[in-house]
């Protein structure tokens, strides 16, 4: 068994704490961002991973810039054997990444090189892919380009959001970084090289991403309402409010009109014209209220044929 430090913080990570503890790991402490206010009462809450860390009584670190000498200190006097990393959220300096025994072991949810940057998962339903998976790597100071230690792969359902595919990964994520580490401390660890060639790069997601064009294709706007699924969400303007797209089909069919108009509505049933084809929009949302089905929403909303959606 070893001794960890991990370094985490959102729920993409509790699965890897977890895992590593219910394994029989020593985790000497875990590092996460500091607690920040959220929502509209600005209420300060802890990140995911302190709360799970303070349920199994381990010692939390919640540095500003975990590069800090002075914090550095304090990771390379806990002596760990090894430094498990699942999001964090900031880039660890040479100075870190030297202090334990066995290095740095990134958990990264993409099939690497390809995704390499902060919103994998997302681009992955985003950009369509049929297959995506977690790498656990050995970390280097530049980001997501160290050597791969293992892989596992899983298949993208056709209604797969960024939520539900997080979900999946992340329990992918704990149960491979203890068959990883357990190659590391016994030997049989075998780093791969990534394939400079073949590697992309994704940036943080940001809210306006979600603005709807409604001039792309239809299939390319079903899979941006489902990759900024639950957020920041797809939304567009209608009738001065904001409304967000949470489910939607794509209608194989050419209509007149302009881009974002309504062209077809009847009882439980809206579709609007994009680029190419059309969207039939099954769930979404007002601002304020909760999320509906189109049939619900249709009994308490009128909107005629011709109505357009505007890109903000």
């Known amino acids: 068994m070893m001794k960890i430090v991990f370094m985490g913080t959102p729920d993409f990570s509790v699965p890897a704490l977890c895992a590593l503890v219910e394994a029989g790991h020593e985790v000497l402490a875990v590092v996460t961002q500091p607690d920040k206010p959220k929502g ?126 997080q979900d999946k990964l992340s329990l992918i994520g704990g149960k491979l970084i203890v068959k990883t580490l357990k190659k590391l401390e016994d030997g049989t660890a075998v780093l791969k090289q990534q394939n400079e060639a073949e590697f992309c790069y994704v940036g943080m997601i940001k809210k306006n991403m979600g603005d709807i064009d409604w001039s792309m294709d239809a299939v390319s706007i079903e899979r941006l309402i489902r990759g900024l699924n ?21 209608v194989d069919q050419e209509y007149e009109g302009v881009c974002g108009q309504v062209v077809e509505t009847s009882k439980n049933h809206l579709v609007v014209k994009t680029g190419k084809g059309g969207l039939s929009i099954k769930e979404l949302q007002l601002p304020g209220k909760k999320r509906m089905d189109i049939g619900a929403f249709l009994r308490g909303y009128q909107i005629e044929n011709g109505t357009v959606f505007k890109h903000m």
């Not at 991973?49 to 975990?66: D, G, M, R, S």
């Not at 957020?231 to 939607?248: Q, R």
Request: a negative charge; hydrophobic letters at 40%.
């Open 40 to 165: 509209r009462g600005k209420e300060v809450l802890m990140p995911p991973v302190k709360e799970k860390a303070l349920e199994y009584e381990i010692p939390v670190y919640q540095p500003v810039k975990a590069r800090n000498p002075e914090f550095v200190k304090i990771l390379a006097d806990l002596k760990p054997d090894v430094m498990v990393v699942a999001a964090f959220g900031q880039l660890l300096p040479k100075s870190i990444l030297d202090i334990p025994q066995y290095g740095c072991v990134n958990i990264h949810a993409s099939l690497l090189p390809k995704y390499r940057g902060a919103s994998p998962i997302q681009y992955a339903v985003i950009n369509g892919e049929e297959v995506s998976g977690i790498t656990t790597m050995m970390m280097a100071e530049a980001l997501d380009t160290g050597d791969m230690l293992d892989q596992e792969t899983v298949t993208l359902d056709p209604k797969e959001t960024g939520g539900s595919l």
């Open 230 to 250: 639950p957020w920041p969400s797809a939304y567009t303007e209608w009738d001065g409010k904001v409304i967000k797209f949470w489910d939607a089909d794509v």
